[in-house]
């Protein structure tokens, strides 16, 4: 269904009047002289995924850890506001080896993905009663995970990663995913 190009009327009053530009994304305040007439869409409705009406989606990257606890805790309260959840693991994969059939990857990849759904049931664990509405995903791959494939596949509005020290950046996913995707990302301690 393609959105109309036309302004929808979100409020009138005898001094302004405001409309939204669906196919733009901004706010247009018309008949107020001295202000800046775009407001971005952020900065009027509270953030992300909310210019539809509809409530963004969150993913969050869980790994045991402190800042993989805060940011699965950061989720759930957003969970509790409304907002849809999915939880996310990831299992990086070995690179098969060039010189043969050594073998030495398979046992390796099939214990990270075990570890991964370890983690994916211990974060459903901590979730609690918001576990019932949320979906949980194991992401492999090799090298890494295509995590900002997947994150722009499904739209989500928000990403919460942990921050984890000593890593440019705070998270080796954060760059991918603002560069990749259009979803807001934050680093989590």
Known sequence: MAESTRPARIASSSRA???RTPSQGHVTLSGVSGLGTTLEQGSVDGGFGS???ALGRVAVVFERSKAGT????EAAELANAGHGLSVVTLAPQA?????????????YNVAVREEAEL???EARDMLGSVAGDATFKMLAG???PPLASWVSQHGFGLVL???QRLTPGGNPFARS???KTSAEVRLVR
């Open 177 to 179: 995913l603002r560069k």
């Open 161 to 163: 990663l942990p921050h």
């Open 70 to 73: 805060a940011a699965l805790r």
């Open 142 to 144: 090799c090298p890494q």
């Open 17 to 19: 009047d405001i409309s």
């Open 51 to 53: 210019g539809s009406g």
């Open 119 to 121: 983690e994916l049931q």
């Open 95 to 107: 690179r098969p080896a060039r010189w043969g059939r050594a073998g030495g990857e398979g046992p």
